[in-house]
């Protein structure tokens, strides 16, 4: 099943058939300059306000070749989804749906959060840019996940970002946010600006790490929107693949300090073995209590497609990979 979000097509449905265009016809096929300016058009029949900017990318979001879904679900009955709350494969190259269970669900997405803040990282900052750690990146919970960086440490914008992918490193979001936004509530508000340009308008973000908090959410198709943005660019990608990183910086005193950070991904470490024909590229977890073990993936089937395949809330660390598997093995168009 080809897709767009469910709540962008209510804007654009008259659009769409007024340009005669069918479900599976090529975006190439219509032409949204001869067309009205829907983010105009909603201001002047005060649909939206006119300060409102929310829906200012959907038209170019709308041509890229996405279509139709209700989100029902699909293919659950040759899965055991009920190991986990929401998940989701997509065929980037055939832009299909190939397997759904509950994509348009409100979920926390833990440290997959990461995704988006690497892809503001990647878009807004210069990876030869210099980040003093502060106090508050610093000060992260003895239990949560986090790179050891200190107060006053002074790393590059290419290391952090290897130490938020890889590691997942807490510490690592708040100094790349507080780079740069200047602190974390102004990098949420961009969070949220970026993510619903990129048509993720069922997400709300209130911090780079993806900590627990109620109003800090998305849902299995957003995610997949935000990881597919953020893989068209070549360093994200390159973080992704790889197992082990050395960071070499300067601490508060001038010392030199070595770290190395591990993928915290079991398929790249070679603790997991994905189903024949599959190449895993690289993902992103995520675990919290409220959010489950969490999961998005990049893959390429045997037919060198790129694959994003989703888990959300699984209940355990082994049914995340075990349920991934099969979602791998059954819907990647192998």
């Known amino acids: 099943m080809k897709c767009i979000n469910r709540k962008i097509i209510k804007v654009l449905l008259p659009v769409y058939i007024l340009l005669g265009s069918g479900c599976g016809q090529a975006a190439s096929e219509v032409t949204f300059s001869d067309a009205y300016d829907i983010y105009e058009t909603s201001k002047q029949y005060e649909i939206i306000s006119a300060d409102d900017t929310s829906l ?172 597919q943005a953020a893989i068209q660019n070549e360093t994200f990608v390159k973080i992704l693949r790889e197992t082990e990183f050395t960071a070499d910086y300067i601490d508060a005193a001038g010392m030199p300090v070595q770290q190395i950070w591990m993928s915290t991904n079991k398929y790249l470490m070679g603790t997991e073995k994905a189903p024949g024909g599959i190449t895993v590229i690289g993902g992103k977890t995520g675990t919290t209590n409220d959010a489950g073990y969490c999961l998005v993936l990049l893959s390429n089937n045997s037919a060198g497609e790129q694959i994003v395949s989703i888990v959300m809330k699984a209940d355990c660390r082994n049914n995340l990979y075990y349920y991934m598997n099969e979602l791998l093995y059954g819907f990647s168009g192998n």
Request: glycine share 8%.
């Open 56 to 227: 200012a990318h959907t038209a170019d979001f709308f041509a890229s070749d996405f279509c139709v879904s209700d989100g029902s679900d699909f293919g659950t009955d040759r899965t055991d989804s009920q190991v986990c709350g929401a998940s989701g494969v997509f065929n980037l190259n055939q832009k299909e749906v190939t397997y759904s269970q509950n994509i348009y669900g409100r979920m926390y997405p833990a440290s997959t959060t990461k995704i988006l803040t690497a892809y503001l990282a990647l878009k807004y900052g210069d990876l030869d840019a210099v980040f003093t750690v502060s106090e508050n990146a610093a000060d992260q919970a003895a239990d949560s996940s986090v790179c050891h960086l200190k107060a006053g440490d002074r790393l590059t914008l290419e290391q952090l970002l290897y130490g938020l992918i890889m590691q997942s490193g807490n510490d690592a979001a708040v100094a790349i946010a507080e780079g740069i936004s200047g602190d974390v509530d102004t990098f949420a508000e961009l969070m949220n600006q970026e993510a619903n340009a990129l048509g993720a308008i069922d997400s709300h973000f209130i911090n780079p790490h993806g900590l627990h908090n109620e109003k800090h959410y998305t849902t299995v198709y957003d995610l997949h929107l935000l990881f």
